[in-house]
């Protein structure tokens, strides 16, 4: 999720696959494997505190004004969220002229207005990062706007995604959930408030981003719907003994809403014979029927 690997769809709609020749353009790295370990390590609040030379309340601060942004997260046993940042980018950060005064002198008012208010970025830095990097996975528009669509909560979707069969098709498209806790369980809650956006300016980003990959989207193919043209052909009534009606059943090849009833042949007409001339066995009651005349 780092974006270090190049990584592609797989067409049977499983885990993302890494090619062969990306396999051996990070193999011929200098230093590799210990280059690469080094560009994707990650620390928590007090080893990053720890590194930058700073105490883990000024690193959380920093991290909730915005200044630092974490690249993964998970939840822990005690339901607590657990922000992870990149080694790599705060050594650069720490080796900053510029960070001097955010490391060892007064926060500026602007950042100090905006703690005290209690600002919290850490989850919408994530998400913009998480964002950026689901756009850079597929160059098939459907696919970027399923990205898009995976931030945003269900009654937004709808607003901007008025088709249901566009939707759908979103939906199944939609990157991997990051966690396999039960719906509506503690866990699965706390989840839930992190993917989704929550801020006005980056919803209405994310809305914007998915109408306009939408349209680039349409224009290359539509969404899958079920069926094709209606099948024509008059309706066969339901055997005299059957007191129960047959369960209505979405036909292949039937369009859009268009619903159809599985009979059982007509009584006293046996079934037309297949290909081979031979004729299908009767079953059920039909089967008990013949037997009661023979």
């Known amino acids: 999720m780092l974006g270090r690997i190049r990584t592609v769809a797989d067409p049977a709609g499983g885990r993302r696959r890494v090619r062969r020749e990306e396999i051996d353009r990070v193999r011929a790295m200098p230093g590799f494997p210990e280059s690469l370990r080094d560009r994707v390590k990650t620390v928590g609040t007090a080893d990053g505190a720890a590194l930058m030379d700073i105490t883990p309340a000024r690193f959380t601060r920093l991290a909730r004004a915005g200044v630092l942004t974490p690249v993964k997260w998970y939840v822990n046993r005690y339901r607590a969220v657990v922000w992870l940042y990149l080694e790599e980018e705060l050594r650069q950060f720490t080796a900053s002229a ?9 926060a500026p008012e602007g950042l100090r207005t905006r703690l005290e208010e209690g600002t919290d970025l850490r989850a919408r830095n994530w998400r913009s990062r998480h964002a950026g990097f689901l756009l850079r996975q597929s160059e098939d528009p459907w696919e970027r706007a399923a990205a898009g669509a995976s931030l945003l909560d269900p009654v937004q979707l709808s607003e901007v995604v008025r088709d249901p069969y566009e939707r759908a098709y979103l939906n199944r498209l939609k990157p991997e959930p990051l966690t396999q806790a039960a719906p509506e369980s503690p866990t699965s809650r706390i989840v839930e408030r992190i993917v989704t956006a929550d801020d006005p300016n980056e919803i209405s980003w994310l809305r914007a981003n998915v109408i306009l990959t939408l349209e680039e989207a349409r224009r290359l193919r539509p969404a899958p719907r079920p069926g094709r043209p209606p099948i024509s052909a008059s309706p066969r009534p339901h055997p005299a003994l059957d007191p129960v009606p047959w369960p209505t ?3 292949a090849g039937a369009a859009p809403g268009q619903w159809v009833h599985e009979t059982l042949p007509p009584e006293g007409r046996m079934p037309e014979p297949d290909e081979d001339g031979r ?13 009661r005349r023979t």
Not at 100 to 106: A, D, E, M, N, P
């Open 249 to 251: 059943a979405h036909v």
């Open 98 to 106: 510029d960070s001097t005064v955010l490391l060892t002198g007064r």
């Open 279 to 291: 004729r299908e066995e009767p079953r059920g009651l039909f089967k008990w029927l013949r037997r």
